[in-house]
């Protein structure tokens, strides 16, 4: 049984009777075998999408294949905030908010807080897994803090936004 936090890395399996011309499976995603040779493949760990237990499963180049469920776990820190620019954002919405981070996963999700409400932006665009374009909706003039959620319910909020009337406005 194996774990990791972030492929690509080294895994050895350890068993009997593999030959060179071995396929490694985690879940349904092939690993990259570097060598199979009687008790042991070494494989590059493929990437995954999301966290969890996953069998693991060598098949020989004759068919033969050995299966063993919940022998690998994948795991993915929470994502983190870094920082936000602008820290200080008009009420009137439409501003494009660059938030720098760790671990922004692909389908991340991003909120506004304001007391009880939460409010969704106009937009939320990844573009790495450390950084995300957010564009503000109309917001109420105070503080917010922004939450990003990843597609595995781990999520992290902000420090406050500041979100000021603009001048002739109101």
């Given at each position: 049984?194996?774990?990791?936090?972030?492929?690509?890395?080294?895994?050895?399996?350890?068993?009997?009777?593999?030959?060179?011309?071995?396929?490694?499976?985690?879940?349904?995603?092939?690993a990259?075998?570097?060598?199979?040779?009687?008790?042991?493949?070494?494989?590059?760990v493929?990437?995954?999408?999301?966290?969890?237990?996953?069998?693991?499963?060598v098949?020989?180049?004759?068919?033969?294949?050995?299966?063993?469920?919940?022998?690998?776990?994948?795991?993915?820190?929470?994502?983190?905030?870094?920082?936000?620019?602008?820290?200080?954002?008009?009420?009137?919405?439409?501003?494009?908010?660059?938030?720098?981070?760790?671990?922004?996963?692909?389908?991340?999700?991003?909120?506004?807080?304001?007391?009880?409400?939460?409010?969704?932006?106009?937009?939320t665009?990844?573009?790495?897994?450390?950084?995300?374009?957010v564009?503000?909706?109309?917001?109420?003039?105070?503080?917010?803090?922004?939450?990003?959620?990843?597609?595995?319910?781990?999520?992290?909020?902000?420090?406050?936004?500041?979100?000021?009337?603009?001048?002739?406005?109101?």
């Open positions: 049984v194996g774990s990791i936090l972030n492929p690509p890395v080294l895994f050895s399996i350890l068993g009997t009777g593999f030959v060179t011309g071995s396929r490694v499976l985690f879940g349904t995603n092939e990259s075998v570097v060598t199979a040779l009687g008790d042991n493949i070494s494989v590059i493929p990437a995954v999408e999301f966290a969890g237990d996953i069998a693991v499963t098949v020989n180049p004759d068919g033969q294949s050995a299966n063993l469920q919940n022998a690998f776990r994948y795991f993915f820190p929470p994502p983190r905030i870094d920082g936000l620019l602008p820290s200080r954002v008009p009420t009137t919405g439409g501003t494009l908010v660059i938030v720098t981070g760790q671990s922004l996963r692909s389908g991340v999700v991003a909120s506004f807080l304001h007391d009880t409400q939460v409010i969704p932006p106009l937009s665009v990844r573009t790495s897994s450390t950084s995300v374009l564009t503000t909706p109309p917001l109420p003039a105070g503080e917010v803090v922004l939450k990003l959620e990843n597609p595995d319910h781990q999520s992290v909020t902000s420090t406050p936004l500041e979100v000021f009337e603009p001048q002739g406005v109101g």
